[in-house]
């Protein structure tokens, strides 16, 4: 997962550590509250993230305080920093973890973005709780020499690779 460190529309706040982004958004999420806000917070996390203390403390104040305006989305592409999920720190079973935790949780394949749409349109899923959406995605989907591969979790491509990456995801260099 990059850090953004640009001005992005509509991203408000990028971590530079992990564990960081949830935390933040509960924050956010529960002066929206207080405040009577129409808006709702979104944070997006890596799976890898989710082996961080600070994230189970923020989904533990979310769901105490009813934040029904926070949505989590877990980019759960089952590979983070030191290798795969499952051996570095098990997750599973996620979905159920989330929910022992008291949010409404959902598993969609992060690579349709219909059905990414139709469930983030539809929240929240539960009043008086936060939303979890579990989106499984394969990390350098499409691209033959990124798919899948731990490597890419460090490594930019060359104008070489961005050009074949390109052609293999139907654009143009």
Not at 45 to 70: F, K, R, T, V
Request: charged share 20%; net charge negative; with cysteine.
């Amino acid at each position: 997962m990059n850090h953004v460190s640009h001005k992005v529309p509509g991203v408000e706040f990028s971590t530079g550590s992990l564990g960081h982004g949830l935390p933040f958004g509960v924050g956010k999420a529960l002066a929206g509250k207080r405040q009577q806000a129409p808006w709702r917070t979104f944070v997006l996390l890596s799976d890898g993230e989710m082996d961080e203390g600070s994230n189970w403390e923020a989904l533990l104040q979310a769901a105490h305080h009813g934040l029904d305006n926070l949505v989590a989305i877990i980019d759960h592409n089952k590979i983070q920093s030191l290798g795969d999920v499952a051996a570095v720190l098990s997750l599973a079973p996620l979905r159920e973890k989330l929910e022992a935790f008291n949010w409404s949780t959902r598993e969609v394949d992060g690579h349709d973005v219909a059905a990414l749409s139709s469930a983030l349109n539809s929240v929240p899923w539960n009043r008086g709780k936060p939303s979890c959406l579990i989106a499984h995605t394969v990390k350098g989907k499409g691209v033959d020499f990124m798919e899948n591969s731990l490597l890419w979790h460090y490594r930019s491509p060359d104008a070489n690779q961005i050009a074949s990456a390109l052609k293999q995801l139907g654009g143009t260099a």
